[in-house]
């Protein structure tokens, strides 16, 4: 139910009778009507939701006075207003080895999503990037020195930071 959580808040709202505000928000109660149209969740209840956003291996959605969000990996046409924030001085994300000429040329870009996802946590990089590589690469971002630049980042949860786009002067390989 997590993964259906977040393709509807993510990805595709409208496939569940869903208008997200501009801070990607949506009633509780309306997701549940909709999740409850499909016999498999029928009996779903707010404790329910209460208890995968507790229990999920990442801190994926946020449930705040009967309204429910996904803090980040959105990629539906209107661009989630997310919290701009100053970032720790280092950031680090892993991607797949064949991606590096491109982001050495371009830097990193959003891609299919509506911001580059960043973190805090080498760990969490590498296992980001093993969705992509099996021997992924870590790139470390010079975060400091973007932001003191005029990068912004953005808050998503207290190990994902978010940005626009990265310029590849300010990213390190690191293996
Ligand atoms: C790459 C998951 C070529 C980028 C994760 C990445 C994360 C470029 C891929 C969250 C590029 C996009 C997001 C460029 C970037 N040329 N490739 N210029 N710039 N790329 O899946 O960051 O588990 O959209 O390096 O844990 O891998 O679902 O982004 O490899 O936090 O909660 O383009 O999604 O979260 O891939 O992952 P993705 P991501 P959940």
Redesign the pocket.
């Known amino acids: 139910m997590s993964k259906e959580i ?1 393709y509807a808040l993510r990805h595709a709202p409208w496939e569940y009778e869903l208008e997200l505000d501009e801070n990607g928000w949506v009633s509780v109660e309306q997701l549940l009507n909709s999740l409850k149209e499909n016999s498999k969740w029928k009996n779903v209840t707010v404790v329910d939701l209460e208890h995968i956003i507790e229990n999920s291996d ?1 801190k ?1 959605h946020e449930l705040v006075d009967g309204k429910i969000r996904a803090l ?2 959105h990629s539906i046409p209107m661009k989630i207003v997310k919290e701009s924030a100053e970032p720790p001085a280092m950031l680090f ?4 080895r064949r ?1 590096l000429q ?2 050495g ?9 509506q911001y ?2 960043l ?1 805090n946590d080498i760990e ?1 990089a590498l ?3 093993k ?2 590589d099996d021997n992924p690469v870590i790139l470390e971002i010079d975060a400091k020195k973007a932001w003191n630049e005029g990068i912004k980042f953005y808050l ?1 949860n207290d190990k ?1 930071w978010l940005a626009d786009n990265i310029p590849s002067k300010y990213i390190k390989v690191m293996s």
């Open positions: 977040s990442k994926r980040y990996g994300h892993g991607t797949a991606f491109s982001i040329n371009k830097g990193l870009l959003p891609k299919g999503r580059v996802h973190s969490i296992q980001v990037g969705r992509h998503g994902v």
